[in-house]
């Protein structure tokens, strides 16, 4: 399906108006299939984030990227296929280049290419601010976090955390007590969510405006690299972190 809006201008003559219509269709479709083909190779690739660089620094678009694949690399996946299971699991994948990839995280070091998104991004702007620490956390740890949590929501800052037991459920909790929004980045494909203890946390997300993100395509397991991958998205999208033991 083509996504995007065209608005009808009563000024313009018909072949115009036919001419702008095609060209807002042809590049809406150019951006889905880029899309198809980022996530493909993605999955190919395993989201070794090496690999991925190189082919893009080769080929300058993803879809020239996937073409220069051999036949039999390219038989291993199925653009389209892939891409009915991201669509689906009713995710939304925003490359690096998009207007609508975060401002700050785009500043980063190896800033991710495309991160798949549940729910709605905070909009540019908005102060965020990450709430991190332990899993194996204390009592009053968990208790200082969830207080951080909730004053900074009503001071109107979003939470930004890893969903992870400890510390970033209690953040996460602090900000929904005070109906704040909240963005979880999580290690692993938003097919599931992981740890599934925390699957309530993530629902309410959801519920509350909020947002799940991550890198890795559906499919992808919380392997352990992919936390400290994760890490860096985690500060990226913030203006500041919170680290609480």
């Not at 660089?53 to 080769?58: G, L, P, V, Y």
């Not at 699991?89 to 495309?114: N, Q």
């Not at 909790?173 to 979880?184: D, F, I, N, P, Y």
Request: aromatic share 8%.
């Amino acid at each position: 399906m083509v996504e995007g809006v065209f608005k009808m201008d009563s000024g313009k003559n018909t072949r115009s108006l036919f001419f702008d219509a095609s060209m807002c269709i042809l590049k809406c479709m150019q951006n889905v299939g880029e899309k198809q083909f980022y996530n493909s190779l993605n999955l190919f690739y395993q989201s070794d984030y090496k690999k991925l660089e190189k082919a893009k620094r080769a080929h300058d678009s993803w879809e020239n990227a996937w073409m220069n694949l051999s036949r039999e690399e390219r038989a291993a996946r199925n653009p389209e296929k892939d891409w009915e299971v991201v669509a689906r699991l009713g995710l939304k994948l925003v490359l690096r280049e998009s207007e609508e990839y975060p401002a700050l995280l785009r500043e980063i070091h190896a800033a991710p290419f495309g991160i798949y998104v549940l729910g709605t991004l905070p909009r540019e702007g908005s102060q965020k601010i990450s709430v991190v620490g332990t899993r194996k956390a204390t009592s009053e740890g968990k208790e200082f976090a969830r207080a951080f949590g909730k004053r900074l929501a009503e001071a109107d800052f979003i939470i930004v955390s890893g969903l992870a037991l400890g510390i970033d459920a209690a953040a996460h909790e602090g900000c929904l007590e005070a109906r704040g929004k909240t963005v979880a980045v999580l290690a692993n494909g938003l097919d599931s969510f992981y740890p599934r203890t925390n699957e309530r946390i993530a629902k309410n997300i959801l519920e509350s405006g909020g947002a799940i993100i991550s890198e890795y395509p559906p499919g992808a397991h919380a392997l352990p690299h992919r936390f400290l991958e994760r890490n860096r998205i985690v500060s990226g999208l913030s203006g500041g972190t919170l680290v609480i033991e």
